[in-house]
């Protein structure tokens, strides 16, 4: 392995450096603190209410998603340890709740299971030679391969909506045995079937016999066959692949997508969401390509397929090193950006229409390209803005973030500032696409410092909200800890791996960089180092690393999430001698520094950051070189002798 030795001394250290080693610092506390007020001895979440109908073992998952993310950024060593205690006590509680067999989802939505599996995921890829999670992740991908009951290799489809270890579970839930006009906050999404004799409006399920009659072709129509949302599926496949590459779990993937991308162009391109029990596009709803499940129609639309086929297609690009599949959601956000118009008053456009406004920090003249997220037999409706976070992934797998045609395209259409780092926090650690867009197309120089502070803020309101909280939820109250998990790693993510976090429902992490501890043999940031990428180019990334604190560290830079991309070779500064100068003067001399180019040829190089320096790397790459795989830091007896 190549190995550097910074010169460049630390002669003022840079505020991004300062507020990322105080965030870290924050965030180690954080975990702490909500471990103790909120979990058991055993791992488990502190409840003592009731589980209703299907639905809530998301919701016990969720609240620790993102811990082993932390550790992979630089968190403490145990957090990683908290994680995995975490992740067998919850699956515990929910064995005992009847909601979970075999350590795995009994069957529900993959909309919900895919909110599940981010925990999972990144304890895998945090620590691959963890034997016991490896052997899980082979367990639960081999759920939806031929021969399981959950998928159908004749009709390539995974056979109903609701799938899991107790096989397909037909219907859609015992909870929409009815569907009542009385069910608080259903009301905005409207009628899940908008073809049910008698049923025209939603006033029409005051009547029982009505709400009976929807609830009944919800169970016969919506709970049978495939549905576009379980593509999130495959990631479970691709996760196992990246152990051992068993090409079982990659065939499977590649016949399941190529399927949907069959089924996509014979709609015109339009991803359609749902496939009966024959195999047919429309089947169960008279010929329709919409109606299925967390489909088009009912509730979310967009806000549902985008993120789901999004994940698949990134999942292709894992796993075969190229970007032939990536029309598969590319088609269909272009599709409905054709129906996009400019409009204003945001909040009263649709059903998602005000959590947009507050996101945005649009009035009712602030004017945004609107999207249709839904169809029915009239065609499109439920119009919001283009969700970033799809469109922003094709970018960054094709290479050029900075100058993408469809990004542009938004950002030209909207009067939001898209430089402003509005100060939210929503629980898919998402929402700050458009400020960094802004940074790595030069705009927006200063968007490390304020972002660091946003995040710095999110976790603050969170230990406040500890502070003043009960130790456990009410009955029912099942999103109480996803409310209060203070640990963040959305701007992390971006500044030190030159990548958005992991798409919320189901997807890998992916990475142009990681960063490991060479001396600790882990991935993370090295106590006192600082990273930040600058840019993010097809064949070029800038990366600066800062060593903040008093003793050398040695630092492990990796090209790609899976050691997949190639540095061709590695430029970096040297200082020219006269620092720190004659102790006799009260100067600080300045740091002239010049510029060096090292040959590379591999995934990794090492920087030996010794005390109180700094180096700026500009990385050539050649990117999807080399097979993805799982990747730890255990360095070899050959490189430690180095």
């Given at each position: 392995m190549i190995r550097i030795s910074a010169t460049v001394p630390v002669r003022e250290l840079p505020r991004w450096a300062i507020l990322e080693r105080e965030l870290l610092a924050r965030l180690d506390r954080a975990w702490r603190e909500f471990e103790r007020r909120f979990c058991e001895p055993d791992g488990r979440l502190r409840y003592r209410g009731r589980m209703y109908g299907r639905d809530g073992v998301d919701d016990f998952y969720e609240p620790f998603f993102n811990w082993p993310v932390l550790y992979r950024l630089g968190g403490s060593a145990d957090v990683l340890d908290a994680a995995?205690?975490?992740?067998?006590?919850?699956?515990?509680?929910?064995?005992?709740?009847?909601?979970?067999?075999?350590?795995?989802?009994?069957?529900?939505?993959?909309?919900?299971?895919?909110?599940?599996?981010?925990?999972?995921?990144?304890?895998?890829?945090?620590?691959?030679?963890?034997?016991?999670?490896?052997?899980?992740?082979?367990?639960?991908?081999?759920?939806?391969?031929?021969?399981?009951?959950?998928?159908?290799?004749?009709?390539?489809?995974?056979?109903?909506?609701?799938?899991?270890?107790?096989?397909?579970?037909?219907?859609?839930?015992?909870?929409?045995?009815?569907?009542?006009?009385?069910?608080?906050?259903?009301?905005?999404?409207?009628?899940?079937?908008?073809?049910?004799?008698?049923?025209r409006g939603w006033d029409d399920l005051a009547d029982p016999a009505a709400a009976r009659a929807m609830g009944q072709?919800?169970?016969?129509?919506?709970?049978?066959?495939?549905?576009?949302?379980?593509?999130?599926?495959?990631?479970?496949?691709?996760?196992?692949?990246?152990?051992?590459?068993?090409?079982?779990?990659?065939?499977?993937?590649?016949?399941?997508?190529?399927?949907?991308?069959?089924?996509?162009?014979?709609?015109?391109?339009?991803?359609?969401?749902?496939?009966?029990?024959?195999g047919v596009v429309g089947e169960l709803h008279g010929g329709a390509w919409y109606g299925g499940h967390y489909g088009w129609t009912w509730p979310h639309g967009l806000h549902s397929i985008a993120p789901t086929a999004t994940v698949a297609a990134l999942n292709t690009v894992v796993l075969t090193g190229t970007l032939d599949r990536i029309g598969l959601v590319g088609a269909t956000l272009d599709a409905v950006m054709a129906e996009g118009v400019v409009v204003d008053r945001i909040a009263t456009r649709g059903s998602l229409g005000?959590?947009?406004?507050?996101?945005?920090?649009?009035?009712?003249?602030?004017?945004?390209?609107?999207?249709p997220y839904r169809h029915g037999p009239e065609g499109w409706f439920d119009r919001h803005p283009v969700p970033l976070a799809p469109v922003l992934w094709l970018a960054w797998a094709q290479g050029d973030v900075a100058h993408d045609p469809r990004l542009e395209r938004l950002r030209a259409a909207s009067d939001s500032d898209w430089e402003a780092v509005r100060w939210f926090h929503d629980k898919e650690e998402q929402g700050h696409e458009a400020p960094w867009i802004g940074y790595l197309a030069g705009r927006n120089p200063d968007y490390p410092e304020r972002a660091l502070e946003l995040a710095l803020a999110q976790t603050l309101r969170r230990m406040s909200l500890i502070a003043q909280a009960p130790d456990e939820p009410e009955d029912g109250d099942i999103h109480f800890w996803q409310r209060l998990n203070p640990v963040v790693t959305e701007v992390l993510s971006q500044l030190v791996t030159g990548a958005p976090p992991a798409i919320y429902y189901g997807g890998l992490a992916l990475a142009r960089v990681v960063i490991g501890d060479g001396t600790r043999e882990r991935p993370g940031l090295p106590p006192g180092v600082a990273a930040l990428v600058s840019a993010v180019e097809e064949h070029h990334v800038a990366l600066e690393l800062v060593n903040t604190?008093?003793?050398?560290?040695?630092?492990?830079?990796?090209?790609?999430?899976?050691?997949?991309?190639?540095?061709?070779?590695?430029?970096?500064?040297?200082?020219?001698?006269?620092?720190?100068?004659?102790?006799?003067?009260?100067?600080?001399?300045?740091?002239?520094?010049?510029?060096?180019?090292?040959?590379?040829?591999?995934?990794?190089?090492?920087?030996?950051?010794?005390?109180?320096?700094?180096?700026?790397?500009?990385?050539?790459?050649?990117?999807?070189?080399?097979?993805?795989?799982?990747?730890?830091?255990?360095?070899?007896?050959?490189?430690?002798?180095?």
């Amino acid at each position: 392995m190549i190995r550097i030795s910074a010169t460049v001394p630390v002669r003022e250290l840079p505020r991004w450096a300062i507020l990322e080693r105080e965030l870290l610092a924050r965030l180690d506390r954080a975990w702490r603190e909500f471990e103790r007020r909120f979990c058991e001895p055993d791992g488990r979440l502190r409840y003592r209410g009731r589980m209703y109908g299907r639905d809530g073992v998301d919701d016990f998952y969720e609240p620790f998603f993102n811990w082993p993310v932390l550790y992979r950024l630089g968190g403490s060593a145990d957090v990683l340890d908290a994680a995995k205690h975490h992740w067998e006590g919850v699956t515990r509680q929910l064995t005992e709740f009847g909601f979970v067999r075999e350590e795995y989802e009994l069957g529900y939505d993959w909309f919900h299971q895919g909110e599940s599996l981010p925990f999972f995921l990144s304890i895998c890829a945090a620590d691959p030679s963890d034997a016991v999670f490896r052997a899980r992740a082979r367990r639960f991908a081999e759920l939806y391969l031929p021969g399981t009951g959950n998928y159908d290799p004749v009709t390539r489809t995974i056979v109903a909506p609701h799938t899991g270890s107790g096989g397909p579970r037909w219907g859609v839930g015992e909870d929409w045995e009815e569907y009542r006009a009385d069910q608080a906050g259903m009301e905005i999404y409207g009628l899940p079937l908008l073809d049910v004799p008698g049923i025209r409006g939603w006033d029409d399920l005051a009547d029982p016999a009505a709400a009976r009659a929807m609830g009944q072709a919800m169970q016969e129509r919506m709970g049978r066959g495939d549905t576009a949302v379980n593509l999130a599926a495959t990631t479970l496949a691709v996760n196992a692949w990246l152990y051992d590459h068993d090409r079982r779990f990659a065939d499977w993937v590649l016949e399941y997508v190529d399927a949907w991308r069959e089924r996509a162009a014979a709609n015109g391109g339009v991803l359609p969401d749902n496939v009966g029990p024959g195999g047919v596009v429309g089947e169960l709803h008279g010929g329709a390509w919409y109606g299925g499940h967390y489909g088009w129609t009912w509730p979310h639309g967009l806000h549902s397929i985008a993120p789901t086929a999004t994940v698949a297609a990134l999942n292709t690009v894992v796993l075969t090193g190229t970007l032939d599949r990536i029309g598969l959601v590319g088609a269909t956000l272009d599709a409905v950006m054709a129906e996009g118009v400019v409009v204003d008053r945001i909040a009263t456009r649709g059903s998602l229409g005000p959590g947009w406004a507050e996101r945005l920090g649009a009035d009712e003249s602030t004017r945004e390209l609107l999207v249709p997220y839904r169809h029915g037999p009239e065609g499109w409706f439920d119009r919001h803005p283009v969700p970033l976070a799809p469109v922003l992934w094709l970018a960054w797998a094709q290479g050029d973030v900075a100058h993408d045609p469809r990004l542009e395209r938004l950002r030209a259409a909207s009067d939001s500032d898209w430089e402003a780092v509005r100060w939210f926090h929503d629980k898919e650690e998402q929402g700050h696409e458009a400020p960094w867009i802004g940074y790595l197309a030069g705009r927006n120089p200063d968007y490390p410092e304020r972002a660091l502070e946003l995040a710095l803020a999110q976790t603050l309101r969170r230990m406040s909200l500890i502070a003043q909280a009960p130790d456990e939820p009410e009955d029912g109250d099942i999103h109480f800890w996803q409310r209060l998990n203070p640990v963040v790693t959305e701007v992390l993510s971006q500044l030190v791996t030159g990548a958005p976090p992991a798409i919320y429902y189901g997807g890998l992490a992916l990475a142009r960089v990681v960063i490991g501890d060479g001396t600790r043999e882990r991935p993370g940031l090295p106590p006192g180092v600082a990273a930040l990428v600058s840019a993010v180019e097809e064949h070029h990334v800038a990366l600066e690393l800062v060593n903040t604190g008093d003793e050398d560290q040695l630092v492990v830079v990796q090209a790609g999430a899976f050691g997949e991309d190639e540095i061709v070779t590695a430029g970096h500064d040297t200082a020219e001698p006269g620092y720190p100068g004659d102790d006799r003067r009260y100067d600080i001399p300045p740091v002239p520094t010049t510029r060096h180019r090292v040959a590379v040829g591999a995934s990794r190089i090492e920087v030996l950051l010794p005390a109180r320096t700094r180096i700026a790397l500009d990385l050539e790459t050649t990117r999807r070189v080399h097979r993805a795989s799982h990747q730890d830091f255990v360095r070899t007896a050959q490189e430690k002798n180095a």
